[in-house]
Each structure stands twice: as structure tokens, then as C-alpha cells.
């Protein structure tokens, strides 16, 4: 488990290390210092509250897949910082890889899958934004269509069916929740000056201390949702 | 009447789109107005329209709106900033799977590419990985008492035609240019995995399984000679893990960021 944890952070170090400190304009753009490097910068966040209805959906499973929906709400400090909290809750489903094959394949009971982890129930968390990147690209040589990358981290409560040590058969086990966190990448695809649509890709760590070895577990999720922000204008001067 | 009032605004949406970018290289229009056309005979019962009357008064501009009218009237990218067209690209790449709870893998590859255009190029990509058995190999197996089949990628080299058909820049905290595109991937090829040496053979004995794949990501142009390199590629190849197992098709999804150098390390501009 911890190998896709140490995947993550070679990942956002890797990230780290190509960020473009040294980026410059080409000398062949004839605008450079003339024009903004994106002009008409229309949809600022700053000073704005960010209201997303999302959907989340976990991938890279070993046992369960998670669909969770939720919420999150957060503000800007600038353009380039925010905070937020989130909420989600969700259901999950077995995978394919919970199918036992001797014979014929049967999918495990549920007596063997309270032996495995990863059905988590819900998600609590708080998380820091960081967005560098802005700009804007023309789809069909005649829409502009600006846009946002980010950074993030934060920390989660996160709750989850927990696990038996042993094979006892009729005993469920109870939910437990422990504290984890997450990193990830996201980026908004602004529709309107009040509306885009938000896509984020995060991994969330978490313990599952009855575990008897591996009981650090880590969980990819794919979000995506429609952000609202509050207020609509613009503010002056930026 | 009605129909005409009702065209009105897509007449004049037609007219905007005829400059789809304001071109700030060219000078300005002589302020001479041409000679105005003719104006056709008001229709039979029209009322004779002010002169004055004729252009509403302009309302006054909320703050931003001025932005909004500028913003999209400037093209995403004047001039392109990073040309690829007769380059040279020599990359390197760090590949891991996300689709492998179980036996994750994490590679090394380079790319050879040519690009024939700006926005088409010819690859060819190899990558080598190495497999790493996660938890949940333990877990399953002692929840389910069984073995889990995996099939043990080596290596894959495949021949891509790369496709770049965004192509835009960003701004880094507010100031600085960056140059990216976007582009899709497709091509064919061949993947190693443990069943292709002895003592199995597999279905391809001695030698790959064939393979097909499609991806795409994001390239960013630090400079005139470099590229950061971030996608996802998708492999589907046949193989058959065990003697005992069926075979099947195997998929292979890897996340990769790399890097790549051009050469030559500089081009003449040419407008596109």
C-alpha cells in the first residue's frame, strides 16, 4: 500500500521539479510585454466563496469501488490560495478482483470481504489550494476557453468498514473513522463568469489500525462537479 | 418585421465571427470612412427613423465589462511561441500504472519522434518497468485463499502518431508565458511480459505480444528547445498469466510525466 503513497509523492516532487520557474515568453511572440501573457484574464476568484455539488468515484481498487457525492465550499484569498471543506458520502461495490475462481468464479462472500479494507462510508475534509496556472485556448479556432490548473492538500476524517483480524463467520464488522489526508491535482474550465466545471484527481491516505501488516492504506479518486462562485462580479482593478 | 428583428442578432453574431481574433500586428485602420452606401428605400408603412435615434445610447460599463469585451477579441495565442515542425525530439519518461491495485508498475522510457508538422509527429517509444507487489496481495489472498493472476509486464515498444491539436499558453502566477499544447497518441507495437521467454512461450513464443494503445496529454514549452511532458496511455495487449487461465486482454494504463529535447535547439519563426 504504501508504494502508491511513495508513487504520489515521487509524482508531486517530479512535478515540483519541472515547474516552469525559468518559463519565458518566446522571443517570437511579437505581444510579449505588450500584452498580457493571458489577456483578458475574465474569471477571477478572488475574494469569491466556491460552491461545488461533486461527484467522486474511486479508481485503482483492489476490492471496492467507490461512488461517493458531495459538496464542497471554499474561499479565495487570492487568485492563487484558497481553503475549503468537503463532505462526501457514498456507496460501494465489489470489483472484479473479489471474484474467487476455482472451477467455476463465485464472488466472495461477504464473510471473506470483512477481511479486506477500502469500502470507505464517508469523507470529511480541509483542504489548501494552490493555483498557478492560467489560460485560455481556442476550440475551434473560435472559442475561447479559459482555465485554471491547481495543486492541493488537506487533511480527512475518514470513515470506513472496518476489518476482522481473522475468518468469523456471521460477524460484521462496525464503521470505524480515522484521520487521514490527501493531494492532489485539479484543474476549472469556466463556463460562465458565476459557473465552471471543476475536475480534481486526489489520493487520500488513511489508517486502518486492525490490519495486522500494510495498515497504512492510500485511495485514488476522480471528482468532478460544478462550482458556483459568490459574488458574481467582478471586483475592480485586478 | 418580426423575422428580420429576430435574424438581427445572428446576423450580427456572423459578422462578429468573420475576425475571430484581433490582430494587434497590423496598423490601425485609417480613420477616413468610406463613402456610405446607398440606404435602401424604407419599407411601404415604416416610420422614418431618427437619426439619432438610430444607435441606442450606449449604458454605461459595470466593472469588468470592459475585460469581457477584450478578452475573447484577443486570440488565445497571436503568434505561436514554440515551433516543432522538422524537429528532432529525443524524450525520456517515467511511466506508473494506475490500474493495478496488485502488482504496480513503475518504468523508465524514452521517445524518438519527428515532427512533420506542428501538430503531427511519428514516434517511436519504448519503456522497461519493474513490478512491485503491493499489500493487498496478502490481503487477498488471505481473505479469498487463492493466488491472484497477474500478468508481468517487462517492457513494450510501440511505433505513435502524435496528434497536437490545441495548442495555447498560460500565464505562471500572473506573469510569466508558457507555451503548451495538448495532443492525442495512437500506434502499435509489441509488449514483453514474463510469458514471452521460456519456459511458457506464450501465445507469441520467444517473442512480444502484439499490442495497441491510445493516450494523450499535456506539453509545456519552457523554452525553445525543451518540453515537459505529463499523460496517460492506455496498452491493450493478449496474454495468458497462467498455463491454466484463459487469455485474455490485458490493459495497461500508465500516468508519466518526461521531459524532451528538440533538434535543432532553436527554428525560425514561421507564421503558421
Not at chain 2, 511561441?81 to 491495485?101: H, Q, S
Request: positive net charge; aromatic residues 10%.
Amino acid at each position: 500500500m504504501t508504494t502508491r503513497a511513495f508513487n504520489l509523492v515521487v509524482c508531486v516532487a517530479a512535478l515540483a521539479t519541472l515547474a516552469p520557474r525559468s518559463a519565458r515568453g518566446s522571443a517570437a511572440d511579437v505581444f510579449e510585454h505588450k500584452v498580457k501573457p493571458v489577456s483578458g484574464q475574465l474569471y477571477q476568484k478572488a475574494g469569491k466563496l466556491e460552491l461545488t455539488p461533486l461527484g467522486s468515484i474511486s479508481l485503482n481498487d483492489a476490492f471496492f469501488t467507490k461512488y461517493l457525492g458531495g459538496a464542497k465550499l471554499g474561499y479565495h484569498f487570492s487568485e492563487y490560495f484558497s481553503l475549503a471543506v468537503s463532505g462526501l458520502y457514498g456507496t460501494s461495490g465489489t470489483t472484479g478482483s473479489t471474484s474467487v475462481c476455482r472451477t467455476t468464479c463465485q464472488p466472495a462472500s461477504s464473510d471473506q470481504l470483512n477481511l479486506v479494507p477500502g469500502e470507505i462510508k464517508w469523507l470529511l475534509g480541509a483542504e489548501l489550494a494552490f493555483s498557478p496556472i492560467y489560460g485560455k485556448l481556442n476550440v475551434f479556432a473560435q472559442k475561447a476557453v479559459h482555465f485554471d490548473l491547481y495543486v492541493l492538500g488537506g487533511v480527512d476524517l475518514v470513515n470506513y468498514r472496518d476489518v476482522l483480524a481473522s475468518l468469523q463467520p456471521g460477524v460484521t464488522p462496525g464503521n470505524a473513522t480515522s484521520l487521514g489526508g490527501h493531494l492532489g491535482v485539479g484543474g476549472r474550465i469556466f463556463l460562465a463568469s458565476f459557473m465552471a466545471l471543476r475536475l480534481e484527481l486526489k489520493d487520500v491516505l488513511y489508517s486502518v489500525p486492525h490490519l495486522p501488516r500494510g495498515n497504512l492504506q492510500t485511495q485514488l479518486f476522480a471528482e468532478a462537479g460544478l462550482s458556483f462562485f459568490v459574488p458574481v462580479a467582478h471586483r475592480d482593478g485586478q | 418585421m418580426t423575422l428580420l428583428l429576430l435574424l438581427a442578432p445572428l446576423a450580427a453574431l456572423s459578422q462578429a465571427q468573420e475576425q475571430p481574433g484581433l490582430d494587434l500586428s497590423e496598423p490601425p485602420p485609417s480613420q477616413t470612412s468610406p463613402e456610405k452606401a446607398p440606404q435602401p428605400p424604407p419599407p411601404p408603412g415604416a416610420k422614418p427613423r431618427d437619426a439619432g435615434s438610430a444607435r441606442p445610447a450606449e449604458a454605461p460599463l459595470a466593472p469588468g465589462e470592459r475585460d469581457v469585451a477584450l478578452g475573447d477579441r484577443v486570440k488565445a495565442v497571436q503568434l505561436k511561441g514554440f515551433l516543432k515542425r522538422r524537429r528532432l525530439e529525443l524524450g525520456i519518461a517515467f511511466p506508473c500504472t494506475v490500474n493495478d491495485a496488485f502488482y504496480e508498475k513503475l518504468g523508465v522510457g524514452g521517445k524518438l519522434a519527428y515532427n512533420f508538422e506542428d501538430s503531427f509527429a511519428l514516434a517511436v517509444r519504448g519503456s522497461y518497468f519493474w513490478q512491485i507487489r503491493s499489500a493487498h496481495v496478502r490481503e487477498g489472498q488471505a481473505a479469498f485463499s487463492s493466488q491472484i493472476l497477474t500478468s508481468r509486464v517487462n517492457g513494450q515498444a510501440m511505433l505513435d502518431g502524435i496528434w497536437s491539436p490545441v495548442y495555447g499558453k498560460v500565464a505562471w502566477l500572473g506573469s510569466r508565458i508558457v507555451h503548451f499544447d495538448m495532443y492525442l497518441l495512437a500506434g502499435l507495437g509489441s509488449v514483453w511480459s514474463a510469458t514471452s521467454s521460456t519456459p511458457r512461450g506464450g501465445p507469441f513464443p520467444g517473442g512480444g505480444h502484439a499490442a495497441a494503445e491510445v493516450g494523450g496529454g499535456i506539453r509545456f514549452y519552457p523554452s525553445n528547445w525543451l518540453a515537459l511532458d505529463a499523460g496517460v496511455i492506455g496498452t491493450l495487449y493478449p496474454d495468458q498469466p497462467t498455463a491454466s487461465a484463459p487469455s485474455t486482454v490485458q490493459k495497461l494504463i500508465v500516468a508519466q510525466l518526461g521531459f524532451a529535447v528538440f533538434f535543432p535547439f532553436s527554428f525560425e519563426y514561421a507564421r503558421p
